[in-house]
């Protein structure tokens, strides 16, 4: 009998497959499906808070433009109200989820003040979620702020989450920090249950017809893997937040390299667009095939198994890569690996 | 019991008493009685039950005949009906009224008095309407105030019910309707202890019922109608005592006290006015000011005007009366007297024939007053007793005007005032968008709510539907506030908006030591230097108080944007002390909470922030002792404007129309074209600039402009002699124009700013993306360079139209639009498609444009958009009414084709003595295009030369006629709510006529004009006013059933979403010689939109299939082949994107998202099953019938 079982954030799943945030979790009736289908837990899509307050201000404008000018029509919409602007649509999904599934329920939240962050996190605590992934979407372009500036924030919005909830707290960041290692063992200190690595920013394609920017949402593709396979291999073992691996996991081949360098749960979105939820069962059954074909007995088992403390080169597994990546052109440069002894006195 | 005090308008207060006492309400908007219909709409949408625990059904209809209609049915059916109107709408209803009198059924009927339509319309305030009705049969009872319109609301339906008789309850537009005034709130059980549950169930058992049936409606014959006509009197003759008593017992619950007559004044007075209406409460507050200084004046007010009850009339009255004058706020031409005057005469003279009271005998006389809300006031009331009191007063006078032709005026003294030290009076000028009335009812509800004090709020609103100034009205004291006219000497006066200062002389207003509050973009130091020498004048001699507020910074720093009302309104009370500073502050925040609770805690936060920053930013200015300013106020227009339109329609545009007498005006309402282009508004803070080197010259920017300020120009090199250093010009690209010049000039001072031109705009800078051929440019350092620049366009001559290809846009857009600077909304969605008639039909275009937001835009005084070319040709435009415009179009039709044939008919008689050749030319003319107009104009100019002097009746008859040999095109114009609902009878016979008219609907999806009512054209899932829970049921589709026809010539149009199409489609409806009908999509500040992106919402709802774009050519099925192409590609996007664009369709997901998904799921369907049809239409192939093989 294989086990399948893993630990994420605490909670004990059925496997380590988990969709992640998507359109797929809007309605209820995709998230039975995707229970249906196998999923472990399900992550909602996230509640934006910049989004909130932009409705907001939409909708006020839009209401009092024009009004109060000519005396035949001093409003041109009739009063409506109260509007649902806050999160109550969020947190009554977050509820319908809970009674209509009995997968673990992550939501997502995406706060743009430190007031939204801490009231919103513990709304969702009371709407029922098992736990709250901190979705920090934030691409910084501002020139005067500084990457101490950018880190301290991330590890702030960490401590005042945690401390505004008891639901486990995931993180998931961007990749693109000085020193990613350090950034993750920070959020470990300030106390984040998870990391889910990593977040895909949206990068504007160019219509060349228009010369206009284009927003351009790309679906992974099988390439994506390397980077969380890559940072997750390397934070295995060094921080004791669980690690989510959220790019790239197609199939069963890319579940199994995920959880080997050390992956809790690998997250599938973009696979199940394009395949259909019923990929999940596909994937399930992919990894049990592989599994018994190789003779593994549990997730466990395979946990970490590739990861960099646990792998025959740990050298190789960061320089090797990067060394092929850039053949035949000769580099004297500190490893990762060294990096992170330098920083950390060992 | 313990009522609360609400402060509210009287359309609220109405409506709060008719929609709990009745079960179906039937209801249709007009201009000033719509917000009753929506209130009632919105509290059934909100499920909020009448008295008896029910919700009534509210049902809007095509038209007020319509809703009348319905009232009836349900009446007699047993329901208790109601429903509100005004003006024309009243008229529409008069039929049904006297059926629902005739058959004594009882229901009360909520008026807004509204002026009738004659030499113009106008929204606001008088009797004409009601006094309308005086022959329906229906019982009128009159309401003074907000108060009284409450109270008589439930006085009226309390008294149908007991009488039989139904009620026409009417106060007046604007004045009552619109004043915001702190008043006692009847609670459900007053309501319940007037309404006799007896008189109810009667009602019910008189209804119609299969159970137990009766025949009523019958038609009657010379036999006996009289006889059964006369039997409704016992009914009327028991109204008025039991109409007195419902007020007693009114009295009992309420404590309010009315009577049929109310008199007030001295006992013992000699000189009485008789009159209804608001203008009674200016009177009573005179009558207590004239008193108190020994003089001996009354006033009776008259409640129920029908039944008029002789009786209690005479009994109101003191016995010492001596004189009275009767003040009708209507006029009848040609009658003996006005109607309130005529009853008032026959009064008297009845009761010393009947004896009922020989010893009044006094001298009545007329005069009239306050026709469209003319200012009634104390001062006007003091006259009219000081002509009581001469030996021959003046007769059938007027009072409120100079009338210097017919001499009826009674002169005034304007400052003769009775307000009381006690309250306080402020005047605010600001612009619509700034949200100063917003604030300024915020505070009425501050002080009127949380204090206890009485506060009254009254705003005056512009011609104009963009930039338009508003003047709030506000008076704040210890006592009822009963002052039912402007404020003319302020406490307080706020300037919101810096422009003002130049435009309008604010501070005359000002008492002595007053304080004035100004929104200013320059400190306390350095302001003084900056303000006109008038206002400096004013300010020292008042020894006025004088603050600033940069107003502006403060908004923009706490991400308010434009919108200054929560500034303002602190400042206001910062100020003014009518509160205890803090005290207001608290109240400021907590009606933040209570206002912008449900938009969400950041629209709170960022008012809140507002608050905590105005303080730090109002400073006192100290006021010099002399004035140094060199800057004069600017006259309204130009010196090199015509007489008439400086002197009259320049006087209007500086708000001093009420200032012209009698004798300057046109005495049948007709007016010169080409006036707007005198009011430089300067309302844009960004305009366009044009840059040579991008623009591709395709014309977009011209044609979607709404306010016709990007012009085209193409011309010879030579004519650049003398050109303004600034001024722009280029090769033109066009290979048919090589050689010329062209230029794009833009016309600073009336451009609004939209921006809609730059958002078209395809041509991008290769160098920087971000720019276009076109950009925004802020406009004051442009102002004067530009001004030369445009002024100098003006003068280059037009392309000679014979030279312009119509069927491109590129060229086409340089033709003169005839169609200028509109005061519509910036942005508008319809006036690029009126602009487009202009240039392509406008000098030879007769134009029926009905009621409604374009014959506002089209025909407000003081100017008019249309306008002439240099040889004096341009549009002919006429307003008739809302519901009869394709009729009053086809009218124009008729008569233009018999003139054209009765001028044949005479060509043919005259051919020998004026040419045969010439008249050969003229009769066979294919007058088809530019070219060919061209040539027969210049055939008519031949032929009315040899006519000139020919002295046959024939000949000059046809001399008159000679215009209509030149083929002229008539257009039958305007929105929705005409087209779909209240003018589609008379629509739809115009297309069935078949007669050469060109009808152009410009579809806004909603009654814009009056507010954004829904109409039938309202598409599935919109919020709309009176669908306030999303439109159920899809919009009807008007093109499909005008091709029915097959003789119709039909288009769907969207302009933002393909423009060339739309070109086509005018140029192919006029073209074709029967009925066309375009369908024009427009899109509107009603939908909730950002206007200047407003275009490209129009392309994904083209893109969605939620509009389509087809044409149906009856000439192609003529042909043989499908009259419809469908010109829509295959929807690319889906509904939900174009919905999600859109306030309209978005708020309904926030408000009540499960309705939402169900609508907006079903609105794709609609798309998709209106697409499919079409497209199978479309694409059937019309096979010629080959002969059958022998």
Redesign the interface.
Same mark, same amino acid.
């Given at each position: 009998m294989l086990d399948l079982t893993t630990q994420y954030l605490g909670i004990t799943l059925r496997t380590p497959l988990v969709p992640s945030a998507s359109p797929l979790s809007q309605d209820i009736d995709g998230i039975r499906r995707l229970e249906d289908a196998g999923a472990a837990a399900v992550v909602l899509y996230s509640l934006f808070e910049e989004q909130?307050?932009l @409705?907001?201000? *939409?909708? @006020?404008?839009?209401?009092?433009?024009?009004? *109060?000018?000519?005396? *035949?029509?001093?409003?041109? #919409?009739?009063?409506?109200?109260?509007?649902? #602007?806050?999160p109550e649509?969020y947190l009554n999904h977050i509820r319908k989820a809970k009674e209509a599934v009995k997968v673990p329920i992550i939501a997502s939240l995406n706060g743009t003040t430190v007031g939204g962050w801490t009231d919103y996190a513990k709304q969702i605590q009371q709407a029922g979620a098992d736990a709250l992934e901190c979705n920090i979407y934030w691409i910084v372009t501002d020139p005067e702020l500084s990457s101490a500036d950018v880190e301290q924030r991330y590890v702030d919005i960490v401590k005042a989450v945690k401390a505004a909830v008891t639901i486990p707290v995931a993180v998931k960041l961007s990749p693109y920090f000085s020193n990613m290692a350090n950034m993750a063992r920070r959020l470990d200190d300030a106390g984040a249950d998870g990391l889910a690595l990593f977040n895909r920013f949206y990068q504007p394609d160019i219509d060349l017809d228009? #010369? *206009?920017l284009k927003p351009n949402v790309l679906l992974s593709t099988p390439q994506a893997l390397r980077l969380p396979l890559t940072w997750i291999g390397i934070l295995f073992g060094r921080v004791t937040a669980s690690l989510a691996a959220t790019s790239g996991v197609h199939g069963p081949e890319d579940v199994v390299k995920l959880l080997m360098v050390g992956a809790n749960v690998t997250m599938l979105c973009s696979t199940l667009l394009r395949n259909g939820i019923n990929h999940l069962r596909y994937v399930e059954q992919g990894l049990r095939d592989w599994m018994g074909a190789h003779e593994y007995e549990s997730v466990k088992q395979m946990q970490g198994s590739m990861s960099q403390l646990r792998c025959p080169d740990p050298g190789a597994f960061e320089r090797a890569q990067y060394m092929k990546g850039v053949k035949g052109i000769q580099h004297v440069m500190v490893t990762g690996r060294e990096a992170w002894r330098l920083l950390n006195g060992g | 019991m313990t009522r609360k005090f609400k402060t509210m308008d009287a359309n609220e207060a109405v409506a709060h008493v008719a929609y709990r006492v009745n079960e179906v309400i039937a209801i249709y908007p007009i201009? =000033?009685s719509s917000t009753m219909g +929506?209130w009632a709409?919105?509290w059934a949408s909100e499920g909020v039950p009448n008295i008896w625990g029910s919700v009534p059904h509210v049902m809007e209809m095509q038209s007020e005949g319509g809703a009348a209609g319905a009232v009836h049915g349900a009446l007699q059916t047993g329901s208790l009906a109601t429903t509100f109107t005004a003006s024309q709408g009243l008229l529409l209803m008069v039929p049904n009224m006297n059926k629902i009198a005739g058959e004594l059924t009882a229901t009360a009927f909520h008026v807004t008095a509204r002026t009738i339509a004659t030499h113009a319309l106008s929204?606001f305030g008088d009797h004409s309407d009601v006094m309308f009705c005086r022959t329906t049969g229906f019982a009128m009872l009159c309401s003074n105030s907000v108060q009284e319109a409450m109270d008589m609301a439930l006085i009226a339906h309390s008294a149908t019910l007991e009488t039989r008789i139904p009620f026409l309850h009417f106060f007046d537009g604007?004045r009552t309707s619109?004043e915001v005034n702190k008043i006692e709130l009847l609670e459900d059980d007053d309501l319940r202890a007037l309404i006799n549950m007896e008189r109810v169930f009667e009602h019910r058992q008189r209804a119609l019922s299969p159970d137990h049936p009766v025949l009523r409606g019958t038609a009657q014959n010379p036999d006996v109608f009289f006889q059964i006509r006369e039997t409704a009197n016992p009914f009327y003759d028991a109204c008025p005592g039991i109409v007195q008593s419902v007020m007693d017992k009114f009295a009992q619950v309420v404590g309010r006290q009315y009577h049929l007559f109310d008199y007030s004044g001295a006992p013992d007075a000699e000189r009485v006015i008789v009159m209804m209406g608001s203008g009674a409460e200016a009177a009573d507050e005179t009558v207590e000011a004239l008193n108190a200084k020994g003089e001996k004046t009354g006033l009776l007010k008259v409640r129920l005007f029908r039944p008029f009850s002789v009786e209690h009339f005479l009994a109101a009255l003191p016995a010492t009366v001596k004189q009275i004058a009767v003040l009708d706020r209507t006029k009848e031409a040609g009658a003996a007297g006005d109607p309130l005057y005529l009853d008032v005469v026959n009064a008297i003279h009845e009761g010393g024939q009947r004896h009922i009271s020989q010893e009044i005998r006094p001298l009545v006389i007329g005069g009239r007053y306050g026709l469209s809300s003319k200012e009634f006031t104390p001062a006007m009331v003091k006259a009219v007793y000081d002509n009581l009191k001469e030996t021959a007063p003046k007769e059938h006078f007027t009072i409120g005007i100079r009338d210097n032709v017919g001499h009826t005026s009674l002169d005034y003294d304007q400052e003769f005032s009775t307000e009381p030290a006690s309250v306080v009076r402020a005047l605010f000028y600001g612009? $619509?968008?700034d949200?100063?009335? %917003?604030a300024n009812k915020n505070s009425i509800k501050i002080i009127g709510e949380n204090t206890s004090n009485y506060a009254q709020g009254f705003?005056v609103?512009?011609?104009?539907?963009?930039g338009?100034v508003?003047v709030s009205h506000l008076r704040f004291g210890p006592k009822p506030i009963h002052s039912t006219y402007l404020v003319s000497k302020a406490n307080f006066i706020a300037c919101h908006q810096w422009i003002f200062l130049e435009r309008y002389d604010m501070l005359s207003a000002l008492v002595e030591g007053g304080t004035f509050l100004l929104n200013s973009p320059f400190g306390a130091d350095e302001v003084w230097d900056h303000l006109p020498r008038t206002v400096q004048e004013q300010l020292i001699a008042k020894r006025a108080k004088f603050y600033v507020i940069d107003a502006y910074s403060v908004a923009r720093d706490t991400g308010m944007?434009s !919108?200054m009302n929560t500034i303002l309104q602190v400042c206001f009370f910062a100020i003014s002390k009518v509160l205890p500073r803090e005290e207001a502050i608290e109240a400021i925040r907590e009606s933040i909470r209570d206002t912008?609770?449900?938009? $969400? +805690?950041? /629209?709170v936060r960022k008012n809140m922030q507002a608050v905590d920053e105005t303080l730090a930013h109002l400073f006192t200015v100290t006021v010099p002792t002399t004035a140094t300013s060199s800057i004069p106020m600017p006259e309204p227009f130009p010196s090199n404007a015509p007489r008439f339109e400086r002197e009259v329609l320049g006087t209007i545009y500086g708000n001093r129309g009420d200032e012209l007498p009698v004798s300057v005006f046109p005495v049948d309402g007709t007016f010169p074209t080409g006036t707007a282009k005198w009011e430089k508004r300067n309302l844009a803070l960004e305009i366009p600039e044009w840059d040579t080197k991008t623009c591709i010259q395709c014309g977009k920017c011209a044609m979607v402009c709404p306010h016709s300020v990007i012009r085209i120009k193409v011309y010879d090199s030579r004519l650049l002699e003398g050109a303004p250093a600034t001024f722009k010009t280029t090769d033109a690209r066009d290979k048919e124009w090589l050689g010329l010049k062209y230029t794009i000039q833009v016309a600073p001072e009336d451009c609004t700013g939209c921006g809609i031109c730059i958002d078209v705009c395809p041509a991008?800078n290769k160098g920087e993306?971000r720019l276009k051929a076109i950009n925004m440019a802020p406009q004051p350092p442009l102002r004067l360079s530009e001004k030369d620049n445009w002024d100098f366009f003006l003068q280059i001559p037009e392309l000679d139209r014979r030279n312009i290809k119509v069927g491109n846009i590129r060229q086409q857009q340089v033709q003169e639009p005839l169609f200028e600077f509109s005061g519509a909304?910036s942005g508008c969605g319809e006036t690029p498609y009126l602009k487009l008639v202009s240039q392509l039909f406008g000098d030879r275009a007769v134009i029926a444009n009905a009621t409604g937001c374009s014959s506002?835009y089209g025909g407000n005084l003081p100017t008019t958009p249309w306008t002439k070319n240099a040889e004096g040709r341009g549009p002919a435009w006429s307003n008739s009414l809302f519901e009869d415009n394709a009729e009053f179009g086809l009218g124009f039709r008729l008569s233009i084709d018999k003139q054209t044939e009765f001028a044949h008919e005479l060509l043919n008689r005259l051919a020998a003595t004026v040419g045969e050749e010439l008249v050969a030319s003229i009769l066979s003319a294919p007058q088809k295009d530019d070219s060919d107009i061209y040539e027969q104009r210049e055939r008519v100019v031949r032929l009315k030369e040899a006519l000139k002097d020919l002295p046959s009746l024939e000949a000059r008859q046809l001399l008159a006629l000679a215009d209509m040999l030149v083929k002229k095109s008539v257009w039958i114009i305007g929105g929705d709510g005409w087209a779909y609902d209240i003018g589609y009878g008379g629509l739809d016979h115009v297309m069935a006529s078949g007669r050469n008219v060109n009808i152009l609907v410009l579809d806004t999806e909603v009654y814009?004009?009056? $507010? $954004?009512q829904s109409s039938k054209s309202t598409p599935r899932a919109a919020?709309?006013?009176f669908?306030?829970g999303g439109k159920p049921g899809p919009k009807k589709d008007l093109g499909m059933m005008a091709m029915s026809y097959g003789n119709v010539y039909v288009a769907s149009v969207a302009m933002g979403a393909k423009d060339e199409h739309t070109l086509k489609a005018f140029l192919e409806a006029e073209a074709y010689d029967g009925p066309s009908l375009i369908i024009a999509y427009s899109h509107c /500040?009603?939908h %909730? /939109?950002n &206007?200047t992106t407003a275009l490209q919402d129009q392309k994904t709802m083209v893109d969605s299939g939620q509009w389509l774009l087809y044409r149906y050519h009856p000439e192609r099925g003529m042909a043989g082949e499908n009259p419809l192409s469908l010109d829509s590609r295959k929807p690319t996007r889906k509904v939900q994107d174009f919905l999600q664009m859109e306030? !309209?369709f978005? &708020?309904l997901t926030?408000?009540k =998202?499960e309705a939402a998904k169900i609508l907006w799921k079903q609105a794709q369907q609609d798309a998709d099953v209106r697409y499919r049809f079409y497209e199978y239409m479309a694409s059937r192939q019309f096979e010629e019938k080959t002969p059958e093989k022998h």
């Open positions: 909130l307050n @409705d907001a201000q *939409e909708l @006020d404008h839009s209401l009092s433009a024009g009004t *109060e000018s000519y005396a *035949e029509s001093l409003t041109f #919409l009739p009063e409506m109200g109260p509007f649902r #602007l806050g649509g228009e #010369l *206009e | 201009t =000033p +929506e709409d919105q929204i604007f619109h612009l $619509g968008a949200g100063t009335v %917003g705003f609103y512009d011609s104009k539907k963009s338009a508003t944007g !919108r912008y609770g449900k938009k $969400g +805690e950041d /629209i991008k993306t909304c506002i814009s004009n009056t $507010g $954004g919020v709309a006013k669908a306030a /500040i009603a %909730g /939109i &206007m306030t !309209r978005k &708020m926030k408000a =998202p």
